[in-house]
């Protein structure tokens, strides 16, 4: 089972300067405080294909995790893991630039939890379109979809009658396999809805961070932050 949520949005800043807040959206809680559930960010591979002077940059996101804290409810402690306190979850991101042309895209996916839900988000970013005519040089848009899928079923399916022996299949109501697939991927998307509203907020407060500071200012800044956390 798959469910799809699928965002536009326009971004007042040059596409240079979008990007760059893209590669720095999670380098502080000072220069972005929305996202603080980012509690750390290694870059795994960063280079230039000689041959189209794309950008590939890989890296990897350790977040609290995106999960619904309904879904540990909902699920039995042999699927979760046991209590419902924050739960770490390691998020691949992947993404290629080409500044010649004007995009970007971006793919992200979860690499914990996903035999209860898998999150995959791809964004493109680019300059307006001939769509918008009265779009300027001046404005970056981006589009966001974000598949949720839910493989715990073909999972339960296996176990089915061990979780009737431990009573907890009874307990969600007699929806099945399928109905507690559903409500997984329905918990989820309502929650993304909402994150996704803050992750454009943390965009915007560092694109005026560095419309209002200057790149230099910026960048000194989180320099000397990790300086003194070293």
Partial sequence: MVLTHTTNHTYSHPFSIVTLAFFLRYSSPQLNPFAAHVMSTDTIDSHVDPKTNRLHTTRIHLKKSRMPAAVYKLLPKSVTGGGTGDKASYVLETSVVDIKEGWMKCESRNLNFTGVLS??????????????????????????????????????????????????????????????????????STKTQDQLGKSRDGMRLVLERLRNNGVISVLEALRRERQQLA
């Fill in 119 to 188: 999150i995959t988000e791809k964004q493109q970013f680019y300059l307006p379109t001939e769509s918008r005519p009265h779009a300027t040089s001046n404005e970056t848009d981006v589009t966001t979809m974000v598949e949720f899928r839910s493989r715990l079923g073909e999972k339960l399916r296996g176990r089915l009658g061990q979780a009737r022996e431990d009573g907890w299949l009874s307990g969600v109501g007699g929806w099945g396999t399928k109905g507690i697939q559903r409500s997984i991927e329905s918990l989820a």
